[in-house]
């Protein structure tokens, strides 16, 4: 009896990918955690991991050939002999494993006899107990009057612990036990999905499409994200030769993201601070991070200026909710990167930033550029972001206006600082380090008096580092 | 002992829970061995539950037609009844049966091991055979289906031999002429049914207000009604105060509403009130398996106790203690130890009382609704309008609907009538498809036939809704409208 294994949804932002390598072949046992395909997305190249453990018996998927969660992979038969006596033991946690150690013992037990046949039969070892633990916690079913007719409904049980994330609908959903199954093997909350039938019926073509969907709708800017701008293109190759280059996934994915951006009302307030006394500080302490393992940036200071900013202005660090008419605010500081890379601009985001040293960010921004650089990002590091920051100071420039990165409402550019004769009160010019700042922020959510006080303040903390301790 | 015996899963107790565990697992291609204390697989529901007392009842069906048959002008004698044969068929069809499920797992190759088992840790079993000979199992996985058994008698009254339990009711050793059934749930009213067809003079007695507490009331009426003229008496509110030996009987002393207040005479009492899981006596305290207060295991969706080796099925884990729920409950164990994403997740069980009419019911009822304020939308239709009840002479039937008022969503069924048992399917089809009223009205029943009364039933919730299904004729004036 063969089953499917069918892409899970790998996270919240993939819903299809184009496979790069399939790294199972028939016959292989497989068991759950372990990688299967190579999948290229539009962030980054990820290893899927089995959801299952099994035989393969046929593959579905070829390289090259683009999948969507929801596509069948692969077809196993289940569970099987290969993964012999190991397999429980390998996932049970290693508290529980030495608990029953100590059971076994005192039952004057041997902990665990290997299995007859696992020889030739362990060669891979299930982890079923590692994806079954992922599954969703116990849910009670303790109704326990003996005699009292057979209660037919399970309606009781509906409202456990596995359906409470879902307070769309209370009864049954309308779907089906085929369509149910379908969402549960690929990481769907069936409660969440709408139904395209009549009366809201959840068909399975329902269920991938939400998947796919899932992202887009997250990112609350509806179909506008991939409507591309309507220009009949000419015929280039009237004045000249041309090529043709297919549009990496990154590429494709900002251009879609930035078409959703733009849509929002945008204002660049431009500012530009004082770093004279901030460069001596960076050159005197630069060592000492270094030490650590990173390197004491502009950027990095910058971002840990931010924690306390965030915290300040908190629309800043909001999202907006048209649909409901909300202002999320969110209570983690998040803040994106940009990094430039040889495939595209990434993302990646630095958490709670308002909890962390200066070096601690120093050092998890240059190991998050570096695998940026190498295409290692998983893509829990590019999620979650609550504001974003981007540097092209090392490139050049005197100043630009940066696209907020939606859903966030804001976004802080920093161009090449320079030095220059600044005119001082006692009626001199004295050279100082300048830096350009440009803020862009979404003026739907933002006043203009609020985005040149956020810029003026992440200025002036800059300007007088101990401000930050005033503030924070 | 040289090599210690292991596989990959076993399962304890190898009833309709444990045995389709044992198949699923098998077709799943993992290594099962099955262990009962019986020769052959079956459990309760085989041996001394759903088989026997449905073989009975098929009896009890047959007298009463035959005595309703004067109604078309049809009269026979009274039946003899030769007990004997009648024991000895019911034991053949079980025979037949469990010889079955034993056959079936030779030919897949699951191990059969008859003996009764006990954890010596989570993964170590110990097996005590019949000729007190022990032998050890080492398992990856055990999956526990130990079932339930009768409340013991010698912990409610008294012990004697004209005290029955439902097992022992079933191996009929006569037909008693004065029968007290204590518990009105379903299982002292399908015994007391055969028994009452058998010739008895039952008395029924239930301490809630209802037969069948639970159920929803209209439902529940319709076979009350029936009962009445056929068993002696049935007692409400009533519950037993003590049972006495007494000369050629037991004096019973009932106390309630509808008790008099001298004792009365019985032959046998029959006590229905309520099953205990086998939950102890397995060695559970040498796993971490945790238990309700109620000696029930705790299970999450997939079946897997406290213990990440062990999962349990079947009555064990608890209501609806019944012998298909015990069955889904042992393809999701067997599904979640092969390493798949799977879940107990029924919308609908549903729960069939087997008397004379039937009552079944699924999904969300309405006495539930109620209970939990959930707002439905009800639909009654009685079988005083079908064609096919009325060929029957049995009008007495209700067959109704509980929808999502706004979608329409069947939510769940209910009916009442000879035949039940069979109709039910469709209802609870219906709700696990999320189908909606329209599409079981839309959808062509033969005629005539009782199903029929399940398509009348939808017409009648969307026929109220102008608003969905415009398109549609006004609703001609159903007979069966309230
Ligand atoms: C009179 C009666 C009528 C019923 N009618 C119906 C009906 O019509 N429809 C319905 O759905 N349900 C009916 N039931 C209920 C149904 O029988 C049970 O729900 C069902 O049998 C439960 O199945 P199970 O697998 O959980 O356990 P069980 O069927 O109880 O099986 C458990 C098995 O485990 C064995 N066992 C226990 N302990 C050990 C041990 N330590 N080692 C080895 N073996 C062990 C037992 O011997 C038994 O064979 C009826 C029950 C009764 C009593």
Redesign the pocket.
């Given at each position: 009896m063969a089953n499917e294994f069918k892409l899970p949804t790998l996270g919240e932002d993939v819903q299809s990918g184009t496979i790069t390598k399939v790294l199972v072949s028939p016959g292989d046992s497989v068991s759950a955690d372990q990688p299967v395909l190579e999948l290229e997305t539009d962030k980054a190249v990820l290893e899927v991991p089995s959801t299952v453990s099994g035989t393969v018996e046929e593959i579905r998927a070829q390289e090259g050939q683009t999948i969507s969660v929801g596509d069948t992979v692969f077809l196993y038969t289940g569970g099987g002999e290969g993964d012999g006596g190991k397999a429980a033991a390998a996932a049970a946690p290693a508290a529980q494993e030495e608990e029953q150690k100590e059971e076994a013992s005192a039952s004057g037990q041997k902990e665990q006899q290997p299995a007859p046949s696992s020889k030739e039969e362990t060669k891979d070892e299930a982890k079923e107990d590692a994806k079954q633990a992922k599954e969703p916690p116990a849910r009670k079913d303790a109704r326990s009057k003996a005699e009292a007719p057979?209660a037919a409904s399970a309606q009781d049980k509906d409202n456990g612990s596995e359906r409470k994330a879902a307070p769309r609908r209370s009864g049954p959903v309308p779907a089906p036990p085929s369509v149910r199954r379908l969402a549960r093997e690929i990481g769907v909350d069936i409660h969440e999905v709408p139904g395209s039938g009549p009366q809201g019926r959840i068909s399975a073509e329902d269920v991938k499409s939400y998947a796919r969907q899932v992202n887009t709708d997250v990112r609350g800017m509806g179909s506008a994200g991939r409507a591309a701008p309507l220009i009949s293109l000419p015929d280039f190759s009237r004045w000249g030769d041309t090529e043709r280059s297919t549009l990496g996934s990154v590429r494709r994915r900002t251009a879609e993201n930035m078409s959703v951006a733009w849509t929002a009302p945008m204002v660049t307030q431009f500012d530009k601070v004082d770093v004279t006394e901030l460069e001596k500080l960076r050159k005197r302490y630069g060592k000492q991070v270094e030490a650590a393992g990173g390197k004491l940036t502009v950027t990095a200071m910058i971002v840990k200026v931010l924690g306390a900013a965030l915290k300040k202005f908190p629309q800043f660090n909001s999202s907006l909710d048209m649909d409901n008419d909300e202002l999320i605010y969110k209570r983690y500081y998040n803040v994106g990167v940009a990094v430039d890379t040889d495939r595209g601009l990434l993302v990646p985001v630095l958490r709670d930033v308002d909890t962390k040293s200066i070096t601690e960010i120093c050092v998890e921004l240059s190991g998050i550029a570096a695998r940026a650089r190498e295409r290692k990002l998983s893509l829990e590091e590019m999620q979650g972001g609550t504001f974003t920051v981007s540097n092209l100071g090392g490139i050049g420039g005197t100043g630009f206006t940066p696209i907020v990165n939606a859903p966030e409402v804001a976004i802080l550019g920093i161009a090449r600082a320079s030095v220059e004769p600044v005119y001082q009160e006692d009626g001199r010019f004295e050279p100082r380090t300048m830096l350009p700042l440009a803020l862009t922020y979404d003026h739907r959510v933002i006043d203009g008096a609020d985005g040149a006080r956020f810029v003026r303040f992440v200025a002036d903390v800059l300007e007088q580092p101990f401000l930050l301790f005033l503030e924070a | 002992m040289t090599e210690q015996a292991r596989t990959r899963v076993a399962i304890?107790?190898?009833?309709?829970?444990?045995?389709?565990a044992a198949f699923m697992a098998n077709d799943l291609g993992l290594d099962v061995t099955l262990?009962?204390?019986?020769k052959n697989?079956?459990?309760?529901?085989?041996?001394?539950?759903?088989i026997?007392?449905?073989a009975f009842l098929h009896v009890a069906r047959i007298l009463t037609e035959a005595r309703e048959a004067a109604y078309w002008g049809i009269a026979f004698d009274e039946p003899k009844v030769d007990l004997n044969r009648l024991r000895e068929s019911k034991d053949e069809v079980v025979k037949r049966m469990t010889g079955g499920l034993g056959q079936l797992c030779k030919s897949r190759k699951i191990k059969y091991i008859q003996?009764?088992?006990?954890f010596e840790d989570s993964r170590t079993l110990s097996?005590i055979h019949d000729d007190g000979a022990t032998e050890r199992l080492e398992t990856d996985y055990t999956i526990l289906?130990?079932?339930?058994?009768?409340t013991p008698l010698s912990e409610l009254f008294l012990e004697s031999p004209r005290m029955m339990d439902?097992?022992a009711?079933?191996q009929m050793e006569d037909i008693p002429r004065n029968l007290l059934v204590v518990g009105g749930g379903?299982?002292g009213l399908?015994?007391g049914t055969v028994y009452a067809a058998m010739g008895s003079k039952v008395t029924i007695v239930e301490k809630e207000s209802t037969l069948l507490p639970g159920a929803d009331p209209d439902l529940v009426e319709v076979l009350h009604k029936r009962l009445e003229p056929f068993v002696e008496r049935i007692l409400l509110n009533t519950s037993v105060a003590s049972i006495k030996e007494a000369r050629g009987g037991l004096a019973v002393t009932l106390e309630g509403k509808e008790a008099e207040n001298k004792p009365a005479q019985f032959d046998r009492v029959l006590v229905?009130i309520g099953?205990r899981p086998?939950s102890s006596?397995?060695g559970l305290k040498n796993t971490r398996v945790s238990l309700t207060d109620g000696g029930l295991v705790e299970v999450d969706a997939q079946r897997r106790t406290k213990d990440p080796y062990i999962y349990a099925?079947?009555?064990?884990t608890g209501e609806p203690?019944?012998?298909?729920?015990?069955?889904h409950e042992?393809r999701v164990a067997a599904e979640s130890i092969a390493g798949q994403r799977t879940a107990f997740e029924p919308n609908a069980i549903p729960a069939?009382v087997?008397t004379d009419p039937e009552v079944a019911w699924c999904g969300l009822m309405e006495k539930e609704a109620e209970a939990k304020g959930i707002e439905v939308k009800v639909a009654r239709f009685p079988w005083a309008a079908s064609g096919r009840a009325a060929t029957l002479n049995r009008p007495e039937g209700l067959t109704k609907l509980i929808t999502d008022p706004d979608t329409e969503q069947i939510l769940g069924v209910g009916i009442a009538g000879t035949g039940a048992g069979e109709l039910i399917s469709e209802g609870v089809l219906a709700v696990e498809m999320g189908a909606t009223a329209y599409d079981v009205g839309f959808t062509i029943h033969p005629h005539p036939t009782l199903g029929e009364t399940i398509m009348e039933t939808a017409d009648l919730i969307f026929g109220h809704a102008a608003h969905v299904h415009q398109s549609r004729p006004e609703p001609r004036e159903a007979a069966g409208k309230e």
């Open positions: 057979p | 304890i107790g190898g009833g309709p829970g444990g045995y389709a262990i009962d204390v019986e697989p079956g459990g309760v529901c085989l041996y001394r539950g759903c026997p007392s449905k003996g009764r088992a006990s097996i289906a130990t079932g339930s058994r009768p439902s097992t009711a079933l379903y299982i399908e015994l229905c099953r086998n006596g397995v099925i079947g009555d064990l203690m019944l012998a298909h729920k015990a069955s042992g069939v087997f």
